[in-house]
């Protein structure tokens, strides 16, 4: 097609669309639908998806709106899978700042003043942020177990993804006798992770503080762990966009403790034992309470996915982030 | 038949000595270990982590240490594991383990 006829095409095409909108042929020219009149009495919002060639700079822009919108990369990087588009389909486990109540189960018995002081641990980041957690009697969406190995939990909105028969979270033989220190420590540790916060010491700044051959050699020493398990659990950092909008943080609760001995500069990385203020700060920014502004939130994230199905690629907004500033 | 031992992180105190087959397949609830010696009779599969199928055929895992470490007795004989159990960024306990493989 010669450029006269691609000028001719679009004519057509614009004098369509604003005699579609004239006759109220039931969208208005933002894909929204609107009742026969003409009029936009009323309206109806569906979500749309946006085409498959924005996905990634979509992800962008989420990302650059709200940092712990990006995935943590590390175990797809490590598996060489780093495919753009994949990542830009992954990066879906911010809970959104709307004010929301994630409900909890316990897979296995457990005593009433335990399943309360666990919820209230749970609860400490609702300090700051709009997302509480409530006990139910039925399958929760956070479900936690006390029986299996060690101490985690799945990845913000990922646990939704968990089959049900299966736990979110584990906090193997916490009980009323563990230590309030590792209710702080341990319990608001993984419930960071449920409200979609990655490790802290996986920041660049961190890991580049970590000796490789020491940290080898010392995990080596004491876990047995080959040089894949090292690589991937403290020595690739993350994407530096891809986390808390704050400089590292070594005293965040999300970030574990390591020792002198495998640093650089011979001090230790300090690690979390309870929500720090800076995490407070962050976790009420991203998920604000009522009163809290929603700056950086509202604007260009919501505008990019109520945009209709599709248009020319010459229309595509390169720079959505801005709107959003 | 070949054998899936699987021991729970509810088993403790871990045995000290571990009777098996050749063929045997061990798996600890562990955050780690290796074969610290007789690495002919028993060999290290790996650390992995428990993950979860998620939709569409993806896989999803959480965060946080190995919780599984897996062993294949290949020979008659006896070696000596180690594993590790805990938390690696606090505390964590170490047990060593004498497998004793007979055919």
Redesign the interface.
């Given at each position: 097609m010669d450029n006269n006829a691609a000028r001719f095409r679009e004519a057509l095409l614009k004098i369509a669309e604003i005699a579609r909108s004239a006759a109220g042929n039931g969208h208005d020219a933002h894909g929204h639908k609107t009742f026969k009149g003409g009029g936009r009495v009323a309206l109806t919002c569906s979500p749309r998806i946006l085409p498959k060639r924005l996905l990634i700079e979509a992800a962008k822009t989420a990302r650059t709106i709200n940092p712990v919108n990006a995935p943590a990369l590390a175990p797809f990087a490590a598996a060489g899978v780093q495919d753009p588009l994949r990542i830009a389909v992954l990066t879906s486990k911010y809970w959104g700042p709307s004010p929301r109540t994630l409900t909890v189960s316990f897979m296995e018995p457990a005593p009433d003043d335990l399943r309360a002081k666990i919820l209230q641990h749970m609860n400490a980041w609702t300090d700051t942020a709009c997302i509480s957690f409530v006990e139910t009697q039925g399958v929760g969406q956070v479900r936690i177990s006390r029986e299996g190995s060690g101490y985690w939990s799945y990845l913000g909105t990922d646990i939704l993804h968990i089959p049900a028969n299966l736990p979110t979270m584990n906090l193997q033989d916490f009980s009323m006798g563990t230590p309030d220190s590792e209710y702080n420590r341990v319990v608001r540790h993984e419930t960071g992770h449920t409200l979609g916060f990655p490790h802290e010491h996986m920041r660049k700044d961190l890991v580049a503080r970590i000796d490789r051959d020491k940290a080898y050699q010392y995990f080596s020493d004491t876990q047995g762990w080959d040089k894949d398990t090292v690589d991937q659990q403290v020595l690739t950092p993350l994407d530096e966009q891809s986390l808390m909008g704050t400089p590292a943080d070594q005293t965040s609760i999300m970030c574990y403790q390591l020792p002198a001995e495998i640093t650089v500069d011979g001090d230790p990385i300090l690690g979390g034992l309870d929500i720090n203020q800076t995490d407070y700060q962050f976790a009420g920014k991203i998920y604000p309470k009522a009163g809290q502004a929603v700056r950086k939130v509202s604007g260009g994230a919501e505008r990019a996915i109520r945009l209709s199905e599709d248009w020319d690629p010459s229309e595509d907004v390169r720079d959505a982030a801005q709107l959003a500033m | 038949m070949a054998r899936l031992i699987d021991i729970?992180?509810?088993v403790r105190p871990l045995p000290q000595i571990l009777r098996v087959r050749p063929g045997d397949l061990i798996k600890f609830?562990?955050?780690?270990?290796?074969v610290k010696s007789g690495e002919t009779v028993i060999r290290?599969l790996?650390?992995f982590r428990?993950s979860?199928?998620?939709?569409d055929g993806g896989v999803?895992?959480?965060?946080?240490?190995?919780?599984?470490?897996f062993f294949l007795v290949c020979n008659p004989g006896s070696a000596v594991l180690?594993i590790?159990?805990?938390?690696?960024?606090?505390k964590?306990e170490?047990n060593l383990i004498e497998a004793r493989s007979e055919a």
């Open positions: - | 729970g992180p509810a609830a562990a955050t780690g270990g290796d290290r790996g650390v428990t979860a199928l998620g939709p999803l895992s959480p965060e946080g240490a190995p919780d599984a470490v180690r590790v159990s805990g938390d690696p960024w606090g964590f170490t």
